[in-house]
Protein backbone atom coordinates (compact mmCIF):
# COMPACT_ATOMS: atom_id res chain seq x y z
CA UNK A 1 0.00 0.00 0.00
CA UNK A 2 0.87 3.85 -0.59
CA UNK A 3 1.89 3.87 3.20
CA UNK A 4 4.64 2.08 2.81
CA UNK A 5 5.99 3.84 -0.03
CA UNK A 6 5.96 7.19 1.83
CA UNK A 7 9.52 8.29 2.13
CA UNK A 8 11.24 8.63 5.32
CA UNK A 9 14.37 9.39 4.14
CA UNK A 10 13.40 12.12 1.93
CA UNK A 11 11.46 13.65 5.09
CA UNK A 12 14.33 13.23 7.10
CA UNK A 13 16.70 14.90 4.67
CA UNK A 14 13.56 17.97 4.29
CA UNK A 15 13.38 18.24 8.37
CA UNK A 16 17.71 19.02 7.86
CA UNK A 17 17.19 21.57 5.72
CA UNK A 18 14.67 23.21 7.25
CA UNK A 19 16.72 23.39 10.38
CA UNK A 20 19.58 25.03 8.73
CA UNK A 21 16.70 28.23 8.24
CA UNK A 22 17.21 30.45 11.64
CA UNK A 23 20.30 28.13 13.00
CA UNK A 24 21.24 29.39 16.23
CA UNK A 25 24.70 28.85 17.37
CA UNK A 26 24.75 25.96 19.94
CA UNK A 27 21.86 24.14 17.95
CA UNK A 28 18.08 24.70 17.18
CA UNK A 29 16.23 27.60 15.46
CA UNK A 30 14.41 30.60 15.55
CA UNK A 31 12.28 31.76 13.04
CA UNK A 32 9.79 34.21 14.50
CA UNK A 33 6.52 35.36 12.16
CA UNK A 34 6.56 37.93 9.47
CA UNK A 35 10.90 37.85 9.28
CA UNK A 36 13.43 36.64 6.68
CA UNK A 37 13.84 33.49 8.48
CA UNK A 38 9.86 32.65 7.94
CA UNK A 39 10.12 33.60 4.25
CA UNK A 40 12.82 31.50 3.78
CA UNK A 41 10.93 28.91 5.65
CA UNK A 42 7.97 29.00 3.70
CA UNK A 43 9.93 29.26 0.27
CA UNK A 44 11.83 26.07 1.41
CA UNK A 45 8.33 24.25 1.90
CA UNK A 46 7.25 26.17 -1.83
CA UNK A 47 10.31 24.53 -3.58
CA UNK A 48 8.90 20.84 -1.98
CA UNK A 49 5.14 21.49 -2.98
CA UNK A 50 6.53 22.62 -6.71
CA UNK A 51 8.28 19.34 -6.92
CA UNK A 52 4.96 17.68 -5.87
CA UNK A 53 3.00 19.92 -8.61
CA UNK A 54 1.14 21.04 -6.05
CA UNK A 55 -0.80 24.38 -7.04
CA UNK A 56 0.75 26.85 -4.00
CA UNK A 57 -0.12 30.22 -3.34
CA UNK A 58 -0.38 32.35 0.01
CA UNK A 59 -3.75 34.01 1.74
CA UNK A 60 -4.29 37.21 2.76
CA UNK A 61 -2.42 36.70 6.18
CA UNK A 62 0.44 34.64 4.68
CA UNK A 63 -0.64 30.98 5.14
CA UNK A 64 1.12 29.22 2.54
CA UNK A 65 -1.05 26.55 0.78
CA UNK A 66 0.10 23.41 -1.61
CA UNK A 67 -2.91 22.19 -3.45
CA UNK A 68 -3.84 18.46 -5.40
CA UNK A 69 -6.85 18.55 -6.74
CA UNK A 70 -9.90 15.96 -6.42
CA UNK A 71 -11.62 14.09 -8.73
CA UNK A 72 -15.10 15.77 -7.87
CA UNK A 73 -14.79 19.41 -8.06
CA UNK A 74 -17.81 20.27 -5.85
CA UNK A 75 -15.76 18.26 -2.87
CA UNK A 76 -14.28 20.01 0.11
CA UNK A 77 -11.04 20.28 0.70
CA UNK A 78 -9.32 18.52 3.50
CA UNK A 79 -6.75 20.32 5.06
CA UNK A 80 -2.98 19.03 6.46
CA UNK A 81 -0.03 21.26 7.83
CA UNK A 82 1.47 22.70 10.92
CA UNK A 83 3.52 25.77 11.28
CA UNK A 84 7.08 26.63 10.51
CA UNK A 85 7.65 29.48 12.45
CA UNK A 86 8.97 28.87 15.61
CA UNK A 87 9.98 30.41 19.44
CA UNK A 88 13.24 31.79 20.02
CA UNK A 89 15.61 28.91 20.38
CA UNK A 90 13.16 26.43 19.27
CA UNK A 91 13.52 23.05 18.31
CA UNK A 92 13.63 21.59 14.74
CA UNK A 93 10.53 19.40 15.11
CA UNK A 94 8.14 22.02 16.10
CA UNK A 95 6.12 22.65 13.72
CA UNK A 96 8.08 21.62 10.17
CA UNK A 97 7.15 17.84 10.82
CA UNK A 98 3.75 18.40 10.33
CA UNK A 99 4.14 20.82 7.22
CA UNK A 100 6.96 18.68 5.09
CA UNK A 101 4.91 15.65 6.71
CA UNK A 102 2.13 16.77 4.90
CA UNK A 103 4.02 17.82 1.86
CA UNK A 104 5.54 13.97 1.60
CA UNK A 105 2.14 12.14 1.72
CA UNK A 106 1.20 14.36 -1.79
CA UNK A 107 4.30 13.92 -3.38
CA UNK A 108 3.26 9.87 -2.78
CA UNK A 109 0.31 10.34 -3.81
CA UNK A 110 1.38 12.28 -7.32
CA UNK A 111 4.29 9.71 -7.56
CA UNK A 112 1.80 6.56 -7.70
CA UNK A 113 -0.76 8.44 -9.86
CA UNK A 114 -3.19 8.69 -6.53
CA UNK A 115 -6.34 11.03 -7.06
CA UNK A 116 -8.87 10.82 -4.53
CA UNK A 117 -12.68 12.45 -4.47
CA UNK A 118 -11.80 15.37 -2.44
CA UNK A 119 -9.17 17.86 -3.14
CA UNK A 120 -6.34 18.05 -0.07
CA UNK A 121 -4.11 21.29 0.72
CA UNK A 122 -1.13 21.11 2.87
CA UNK A 123 -0.63 24.17 5.15
CA UNK A 124 1.89 26.03 6.27
CA UNK A 125 0.07 28.25 9.34
CA UNK A 126 1.02 31.57 9.62
CA UNK A 127 2.75 32.40 13.28
CA UNK A 128 1.57 29.74 15.28
CA UNK A 129 4.06 30.00 18.23
CA UNK A 130 3.26 33.77 18.75
CA UNK A 131 7.10 34.29 19.60
CA UNK A 132 6.56 37.96 18.30
CA UNK A 133 3.68 39.60 19.46
CA UNK A 134 2.26 37.01 21.95
CA UNK A 135 -0.98 35.95 20.60
CA UNK A 136 0.14 32.99 18.31
CA UNK A 137 -2.27 30.87 15.92
CA UNK A 138 -2.82 34.37 13.70
CA UNK A 139 -3.13 32.01 10.69
CA UNK A 140 -5.24 29.90 11.81
CA UNK A 141 -7.34 32.48 13.57
CA UNK A 142 -7.37 34.21 9.99
CA UNK A 143 -8.34 31.29 8.33
CA UNK A 144 -11.19 30.86 11.25
CA UNK A 145 -12.54 34.10 10.61
CA UNK A 146 -11.94 34.71 14.67
CA UNK A 147 -8.03 37.19 14.30
CA UNK A 148 -9.70 40.60 14.56
CA UNK A 149 -8.20 44.26 13.70
CA UNK A 150 -7.08 44.70 17.34
CA UNK A 151 -5.29 41.57 17.27
CA UNK A 152 -3.28 43.46 14.39
CA UNK A 153 -2.58 46.04 16.72
CA UNK A 154 -0.43 43.49 19.20
CA UNK A 155 3.21 45.17 19.23
CA UNK A 156 6.57 43.55 19.12
CA UNK A 157 9.55 44.27 21.64
CA UNK A 158 10.35 47.30 18.94
CA UNK A 159 6.86 48.87 19.37
CA UNK A 160 6.11 47.07 15.64
CA UNK A 161 2.60 45.92 15.36
CA UNK A 162 1.72 43.03 13.17
CA UNK A 163 0.01 45.41 11.22
CA UNK A 164 3.15 46.60 9.99
CA UNK A 165 5.03 43.98 10.42
CA UNK A 166 2.62 42.23 7.46
CA UNK A 167 3.38 45.92 5.26
CA UNK A 168 6.85 44.90 5.78
CA UNK A 169 6.30 41.17 4.77
CA UNK A 170 4.22 42.70 1.80
CA UNK A 171 0.92 41.79 3.37
CA UNK A 172 -1.91 44.43 3.23
CA UNK A 173 -3.37 44.03 6.77
CA UNK A 174 -6.36 45.76 5.96
CA UNK A 175 -7.33 42.61 4.22
CA UNK A 176 -6.85 39.99 6.76
CA UNK A 177 -10.46 38.92 6.50
CA UNK A 178 -10.15 37.53 3.28
CA UNK A 179 -8.54 34.78 4.71
CA UNK A 180 -11.28 33.24 6.41
CA UNK A 181 -13.13 30.56 5.20
CA UNK A 182 -16.58 29.97 5.89
CA UNK A 183 -18.01 27.02 8.62
CA UNK A 184 -18.50 23.68 6.40
CA UNK A 185 -16.40 24.82 3.31
CA UNK A 186 -13.42 22.77 4.71
CA UNK A 187 -13.59 18.50 4.89
CA UNK A 188 -11.44 18.25 7.90
CA UNK A 189 -8.13 19.17 9.09
CA UNK A 190 -5.38 16.69 10.54
CA UNK A 191 -1.88 17.74 11.56
CA UNK A 192 0.85 15.80 12.31
CA UNK A 193 2.64 17.49 15.64
CA UNK A 194 5.40 16.32 18.09
CA UNK A 195 4.02 15.50 21.32
CA UNK A 196 6.02 17.63 23.42
CA UNK A 197 5.60 15.32 26.62
CA UNK A 198 6.42 11.71 27.59
CA UNK A 199 3.12 9.99 27.10
CA UNK A 200 4.30 8.03 23.86
CA UNK A 201 7.63 7.43 25.24
CA UNK A 202 6.35 5.98 28.59
CA UNK A 203 4.14 3.44 26.48
CA UNK A 204 7.22 3.03 23.77
CA UNK A 205 5.24 3.86 21.00
CA UNK A 206 5.93 6.05 17.99
CA UNK A 207 2.76 7.90 17.59
CA UNK A 208 -0.72 8.03 18.90
CA UNK A 209 -3.75 9.99 18.12
CA UNK A 210 -5.03 13.37 20.51
CA UNK A 211 -8.16 12.52 21.68
CA UNK A 212 -8.20 16.54 22.21
CA UNK A 213 -6.02 19.63 23.39
CA UNK A 214 -5.92 21.66 26.70
CA UNK A 215 -7.10 24.83 26.85
CA UNK A 216 -5.44 27.49 28.63
CA UNK A 217 -6.13 30.22 31.08
CA UNK A 218 -3.70 32.75 31.43
CA UNK A 219 -3.92 35.31 33.89
CA UNK A 220 -2.00 38.59 35.47
CA UNK A 221 -1.62 38.61 39.25
CA UNK A 222 -0.23 42.31 40.51
CA UNK A 223 0.43 42.40 44.08
CA UNK A 224 0.78 45.72 45.72
CA UNK A 225 2.59 45.85 49.43
CA UNK A 226 5.07 48.92 50.91
CA UNK A 227 8.56 49.25 49.47
CA UNK A 228 10.15 50.15 53.21
CA UNK A 229 14.10 49.85 54.86
CA UNK A 230 14.96 46.20 55.15
CA UNK A 231 16.93 47.08 58.49
CA UNK A 232 14.36 49.45 60.05
CA UNK A 233 11.14 47.60 59.81
CA UNK A 234 10.16 44.77 62.31
CA UNK A 235 8.76 41.47 60.50
CA UNK A 236 5.45 42.42 62.00
CA UNK A 237 4.81 45.77 60.32
CA UNK A 238 5.72 44.40 56.80
CA UNK A 239 3.74 44.38 53.59
CA UNK A 240 6.04 42.32 51.30
CA UNK A 241 4.87 41.94 47.71
CA UNK A 242 7.37 39.01 47.06
CA UNK A 243 6.80 37.07 50.56
CA UNK A 244 2.95 37.29 49.81
CA UNK A 245 3.32 35.87 46.05
CA UNK A 246 5.88 33.10 47.32
CA UNK A 247 3.32 31.80 49.49
CA UNK A 248 0.55 32.10 46.61
CA UNK A 249 2.96 30.01 44.21
CA UNK A 250 3.28 27.56 46.37
CA UNK A 251 -1.04 27.23 46.96
CA UNK A 252 -0.64 27.36 43.01
CA UNK A 253 1.67 24.46 42.62
CA UNK A 254 -0.61 22.56 45.56
CA UNK A 255 -3.98 23.04 44.19
CA UNK A 256 -3.02 22.24 40.95
CA UNK A 257 -1.74 19.09 41.71
CA UNK A 258 -4.10 18.02 43.79
CA UNK A 259 -6.74 17.27 40.70
CA UNK A 260 -3.98 14.66 38.94
CA UNK A 261 -4.67 16.45 35.66
CA UNK A 262 -4.24 19.94 35.90
CA UNK A 263 -0.98 22.12 35.20
CA UNK A 264 -0.55 25.28 36.80
CA UNK A 265 2.46 27.31 35.95
CA UNK A 266 3.90 30.53 37.12
CA UNK A 267 6.55 31.28 34.25
CA UNK A 268 6.73 35.22 34.50
CA UNK A 269 7.43 37.26 37.46
CA UNK A 270 8.49 40.92 38.40
CA UNK A 271 9.57 42.90 41.48
CA UNK A 272 10.16 46.64 42.65
CA UNK A 273 11.95 48.09 43.27
CA UNK A 274 14.18 45.42 43.09
CA UNK A 275 16.80 46.64 45.77
CA UNK A 276 19.22 44.08 47.89
CA UNK A 277 17.84 46.33 51.37
CA UNK A 278 14.43 47.31 50.24
CA UNK A 279 11.14 44.84 50.90
CA UNK A 280 9.82 44.43 48.02
CA UNK A 281 6.63 47.02 47.11
CA UNK A 282 5.51 45.38 44.43
CA UNK A 283 4.89 42.44 42.53
CA UNK A 284 3.73 40.40 39.19
CA UNK A 285 3.47 37.04 38.42
CA UNK A 286 1.40 35.37 35.93
CA UNK A 287 -0.49 31.80 35.47
CA UNK A 288 -0.83 29.43 32.83
CA UNK A 289 -3.36 26.77 33.98
CA UNK A 290 -4.22 23.97 31.72
CA UNK A 291 -6.67 20.73 31.65
CA UNK A 292 -9.07 18.47 29.34
CA UNK A 293 -12.15 19.30 31.39
CA UNK A 294 -12.97 22.83 31.41
CA UNK A 295 -15.15 22.94 34.22
CA UNK A 296 -12.79 21.21 36.30
CA UNK A 297 -9.58 23.85 35.38
CA UNK A 298 -12.28 26.39 36.01
CA UNK A 299 -12.86 25.52 39.58
CA UNK A 300 -9.15 25.03 40.34
CA UNK A 301 -8.30 28.79 39.18
CA UNK A 302 -11.81 29.90 41.21
CA UNK A 303 -10.10 27.92 44.32
CA UNK A 304 -7.04 29.66 43.07
CA UNK A 305 -7.98 32.97 43.15
CA UNK A 306 -9.97 32.72 46.51
CA UNK A 307 -6.52 31.33 48.37
CA UNK A 308 -4.88 34.01 47.21
CA UNK A 309 -6.66 36.22 47.78
CA UNK A 310 -6.98 35.16 51.62
CA UNK A 311 -3.27 35.36 51.71
CA UNK A 312 -2.96 38.56 50.24
CA UNK A 313 -5.64 39.93 52.41
CA UNK A 314 -4.04 38.31 55.89
CA UNK A 315 -1.15 40.18 54.45
CA UNK A 316 -1.95 43.50 53.75
CA UNK A 317 -1.67 43.28 50.39
CA UNK A 318 -3.81 44.74 47.56
CA UNK A 319 -4.29 42.42 44.83
CA UNK A 320 -5.14 42.84 41.12
CA UNK A 321 -6.10 39.75 38.89
CA UNK A 322 -6.26 40.01 34.90
CA UNK A 323 -6.97 37.43 32.59
CA UNK A 324 -5.30 37.64 29.62
CA UNK A 325 -6.01 34.93 27.54
CA UNK A 326 -9.10 31.59 27.90
CA UNK A 327 -8.94 29.31 25.69
CA UNK A 328 -11.50 26.00 25.91
CA UNK A 329 -10.24 22.98 25.90
CA UNK A 330 -11.31 21.00 22.21
CA UNK A 331 -12.17 17.68 21.58
CA UNK A 332 -10.67 16.14 18.43
CA UNK A 333 -13.72 15.29 15.85
CA UNK A 334 -14.90 11.35 15.58
CA UNK A 335 -14.33 11.74 11.93
CA UNK A 336 -10.62 12.02 11.78
CA UNK A 337 -10.08 9.85 14.85
CA UNK A 338 -11.80 6.84 13.55
CA UNK A 339 -9.89 8.11 9.99
CA UNK A 340 -6.95 8.06 12.00
CA UNK A 341 -7.75 4.34 14.33
CA UNK A 342 -8.44 2.68 10.36
CA UNK A 343 -4.66 3.92 9.16
CA UNK A 344 -3.54 2.26 12.36
CA UNK A 345 -5.13 -0.87 11.96
CA UNK A 346 -3.98 -0.59 8.02
CA UNK A 347 -0.07 -0.09 9.34
CA UNK A 348 -0.41 -2.83 12.10
CA UNK A 349 0.00 -0.28 14.56
CA UNK A 350 -1.44 -0.07 18.16
CA UNK A 351 -3.13 2.54 18.71
CA UNK A 352 -3.31 5.01 21.46
CA UNK A 353 -5.34 8.01 22.65
CA UNK A 354 -4.00 11.04 24.72
CA UNK A 355 -4.63 14.44 25.44
CA UNK A 356 -2.47 16.98 23.63
CA UNK A 357 -1.10 19.20 26.27
CA UNK A 358 0.20 22.01 23.73
CA UNK A 359 -1.74 24.47 22.09
CA UNK A 360 -1.80 23.96 18.30
CA UNK A 361 -4.10 25.76 15.34
CA UNK A 362 -6.10 23.18 15.65
CA UNK A 363 -7.91 24.75 18.08
CA UNK A 364 -9.05 27.28 15.81
CA UNK A 365 -9.88 25.14 13.24
CA UNK A 366 -12.32 23.35 15.15
CA UNK A 367 -14.92 26.30 15.34
CA UNK A 368 -14.63 25.61 11.01
CA UNK A 369 -14.25 21.90 10.32
CA UNK A 370 -13.98 18.15 12.05
CA UNK A 371 -10.51 18.38 13.24
CA UNK A 372 -7.61 15.76 14.37
CA UNK A 373 -3.80 15.43 15.14
CA UNK A 374 -1.96 12.59 15.03
CA UNK A 375 0.87 12.82 17.93
CA UNK A 376 4.58 11.75 17.63
CA UNK A 377 7.33 10.73 20.06
CA UNK A 378 9.49 13.34 21.19
CA UNK A 379 12.78 12.10 23.15
CA UNK A 380 12.41 13.19 27.04
CA UNK A 381 9.41 14.84 26.11
CA UNK A 382 11.42 18.48 25.65
CA UNK A 383 10.30 20.91 23.10
CA UNK A 384 10.65 24.74 22.80
CA UNK A 385 14.66 23.97 23.38
CA UNK A 386 17.32 23.32 21.14
CA UNK A 387 17.38 19.05 22.49
CA UNK A 388 14.32 18.74 21.33
CA UNK A 389 14.54 15.68 18.92
CA UNK A 390 12.17 13.15 17.28
CA UNK A 391 13.68 10.00 15.48
CA UNK A 392 13.87 9.22 11.69
CA UNK A 393 12.15 6.18 12.20
CA UNK A 394 9.05 7.88 14.22
CA UNK A 395 9.02 10.84 11.91
CA UNK A 396 8.65 8.04 9.10
CA UNK A 397 5.61 6.66 11.26
CA UNK A 398 3.97 9.80 11.76
CA UNK A 399 3.80 10.05 7.78
CA UNK A 400 2.51 6.77 7.08
CA UNK A 401 -0.42 7.42 9.85
CA UNK A 402 -1.13 10.27 8.15
CA UNK A 403 -0.99 8.90 4.61
CA UNK A 404 -3.22 6.75 5.57
CA UNK A 405 -5.72 8.95 7.48
CA UNK A 406 -5.85 11.64 4.65
CA UNK A 407 -6.69 9.31 2.17
CA UNK A 408 -9.43 8.52 3.98
CA UNK A 409 -10.94 11.66 4.74
CA UNK A 410 -10.55 12.83 0.96
CA UNK A 411 -11.82 9.40 -0.22
CA UNK A 412 -15.05 9.50 1.72
CA UNK A 413 -18.68 10.72 0.83
ZN1 LIG B 1 4.00 23.62 17.12
Given at each position: MGGALVDGERLWTRLTEMSAIGAQEGGGVTRRSFTDEERAAKDLVISYMEEARLSVYEDAVGNLFGRLE??????????????????????????????LAGVEVLKTMRDLGQVSRHPIEVVAFTDEEGARFGLGMLGSRALAGTLTAEDLQ????NGLSVAEAMREYGLDP???GEAARPAGSVRGYVEVHIEQGSVLENEGLSVGVASGLTGSVRLKFCLNGEARHAGTTPMSLRRDALAAA?????????????????????????????????IPG????????RDMDRERRDQVEASII????????KRKIKLGVKTLQRNDPVLCSELVQSAARRAYEEL?????YLPSGAGHDGMQ????????MILVRSQNGISHSPDEYTSKEDCADSARVLYHTVLDLADGA
Amino acid sequence: MGGALVDGERLWTRLTEMSAIGAQEGGGVTRRSFTDEERAAKDLVISYMEEARLSVYEDAVGNLFGRLEGSDPEALPVLVGSHVDSVVNGGNFDGPLGVLAGVEVLKTMRDLGQVSRHPIEVVAFTDEEGARFGLGMLGSRALAGTLTAEDLQRTDENGLSVAEAMREYGLDPGRFGEAARPAGSVRGYVEVHIEQGSVLENEGLSVGVASGLTGSVRLKFCLNGEARHAGTTPMSLRRDALAAAAEAMSLIESRAAETGTTVGTVGQLELKPGGINIIPGWVSFSLDLRDMDRERRDQVEASIIRGVEGICKKRKIKLGVKTLQRNDPVLCSELVQSAARRAYEELGLRPCYLPSGAGHDGMQLAALCPMGMILVRSQNGISHSPDEYTSKEDCADSARVLYHTVLDLADGA
